[in-house]
């Protein structure tokens, strides 16, 4: 069974940073494109970041040059380091695992069939 764990949330000032980790169990990140997504009180689900087997990515347009997501196949654990942080960048944080969609269309399509529970990012001016 598929199980994503995301943890490293918290409260930052605007300009500070913060880590997210995915550890995921139950299958081989290495044969999945994994994507990083995000959802604001009120708004839809959106993606942030994505990393593809062969270490493509691709990042939305508000957090490129600022965010970078990676994957340590080893540790089966994705990362997102979010350096610049704005006060729009509230919002619950998933990881999501697809096996068929490249990192572009991940992003795009926010269509993934294994979710982690979510971490909560604030960012505060």
């Known amino acids: 069974q598929v199980h994503l764990v995301e943890s490293g949330g918290g409260s930052v000032q605007a300009g500070g940073s913060l880590r997210l980790s995915c550890a995921a169990s139950?299958?081989?990140?290495?044969?999945?494109?994994m994507g990083w997504f995000r959802q604001a009180p009120g708004k839809e689900r959106e993606g942030v970041a994505a990393i593809d087997t062969d270490g493509s990515t691709s990042y939305a347009d508000s957090v490129k040059g600022r965010f970078t997501v990676s994957k340590d196949n080893a540790k089966n654990t994705v990362y997102l380091q979010m350096n610049s942080l704005k006060p729009e960048d509230t919002a619950m944080y998933y990881c999501?695992?697809?096996?068929?969609?490249?990192?572009?269309?991940?992003?795009?399509?926010?269509?993934?069939?294994?979710w982690g529970q979510g971490t909560q990012v604030t960012g505060y001016s």
């Open positions: 139950g299958y081989t990140i290495s044969r999945y494109c």
């Open positions: 999501g695992a697809n096996e068929e969609l490249s990192a572009g269309f991940l992003l795009e399509r926010v269509d993934a069939p294994y």
